[in-house]
């Protein structure tokens, strides 16, 4: 469990390094990280337990037990704040978004953030294509189009425009 804790941690982190400009809170790796801590735990832990049981120590595997409620009952907490922030995280990241579209010029390195998560999710905009009409970018570029990473990947002569919302 610790191990699989471990990756979990550690393919969150390593993901944050793709997606860091859309989430400006720092705080946003904090799940990761305590994952992280609680697998050092867990294998720590689980020495224990092996050990109480090896000596068949009823004092180690009482602690062992308490350690595993105590664990579980901060296991339960996580889900539950989880639970009740999960619109607040979802409103923060919207607008977080939004804010990193609208800086989007096809050139800076926050544009090649926006066209890797289009592209890597098979997506458009913050929740679809019609996002980016209100963007500075649209309106400066007066093609009436988006840019070429909202394309679906099997159109090969997309040309991002909104009259052909089927290639997007």
């Known amino acids: 469990a610790a191990a699989g804790l471990s990756y979990v941690g550690g393919y969150v982190i390593n993901t944050y390094k793709s997606y860091d400009n859309f989430l400006q809170d720092k705080y946003a ?3 990761a990280v305590i994952i992280i801590c609680v697998a050092v735990v867990m ?9 109480a049981t090896f000596r068949e120590s009823r004092v180690g595997l009482g602690l062992f037990l308490a350690i595993i ?28 978004m939004h804010s990193v579209f609208e800086k989007y010029d096809g050139k800076n ?6 066209d890797y998560l289009q592209e ?3 997506c458009c905009g913050v929740k679809n294509y019609s996002d980016w009409t209100t963007t500075q970018w649209f309106n400066s570029t007066g ?18 425009r909104l009259d052909q919302p089927q290639e997007l």
């Open 143 to 160: 093609n009436n189009s988006v840019p070429l990473s909202c394309c679906r990947q099997d159109m090969k002569n997309c040309t991002g």
């Open 120 to 122: 890597q999710l098979h």
């Open 109 to 114: 390195p926050g544009s090649t953030v926006v």
């Open 69 to 96: 409620l105590v664990i579980f009952i901060a296991e339960v907490s996580a889900f539950v704040l989880g639970f009740v922030y999960r619109e607040k995280v979802k409103t923060d990241v919207q607008t977080t």
């Open 29 to 31: 790796l904090l799940p």
């Open 43 to 51: 294998f720590i832990i689980g020495l224990i337990g092996c050990c």
